[in-house]
């Protein structure tokens, strides 16, 4: 026997939980987050193995590693085409030009 359409739709907080996959302590605990390009903006999809993702780790003005990191992912459309390097210079001069107008050192 089938619950009548209004019960099905409507759901307690506990069943929107689990299709949330957000634990008690309200941490997101997904087993896959898709990624997304950052040059074109697009949805990484799980099966393009060409596809990287990059973490440029800040350093203060002595050169040392402050824990910080910036990440970028780029395609594999991005990277087939040759423009990762541009992509990322692009991005990194728009990163470092939005933290040197707040004063903040990367």
């Given at each position: 026997?089938?619950?009548?359409?209004?019960?099905?739709?409507?759901?307690?907080?506990?069943?929107?939980?689990?299709?949330?996959?957000?634990?008690?302590?309200?941490?997101?605990?997904?087993?896959?987050?898709?990624?997304?390009?950052?040059?074109?903006?697009?949805?990484?999809?799980?099966k393009d193995?060409?596809?990287?993702?990059?973490?440029?780790?800040?350093?203060?003005?002595?050169?040392?590693?402050?824990?910080?990191?910036?990440?970028?992912?780029?395609?594999?459309?991005?990277r087939g085409?040759?423009?990762?390097?541009?992509?990322?210079?692009?991005?990194?001069?728009?990163?470092?030009?939005?933290?040197?107008?707040a004063g903040?050192?990367?």
């Amino acid at each position: 026997r089938s619950l009548p359409r209004a019960d099905r739709c409507s759901l307690c907080p506990s069943a929107r939980q689990l299709l949330a996959m957000i634990n008690n302590e309200g941490v997101n605990v997904d087993l896959y987050i898709p990624r997304k390009c950052s040059a074109t903006n697009r949805l990484i999809g799980a099966k393009d193995r060409a596809s990287v993702q990059l973490n440029i780790g800040h350093v203060d003005v002595n050169g040392v590693y402050t824990g910080e990191c910036t990440t970028y992912a780029f395609s594999g459309f991005v990277r087939g085409q040759g423009e990762t390097d541009g992509s990322l210079d692009r991005l990194w001069a728009k990163e470092t030009a939005a933290a040197s107008a707040a004063g903040k050192l990367i």
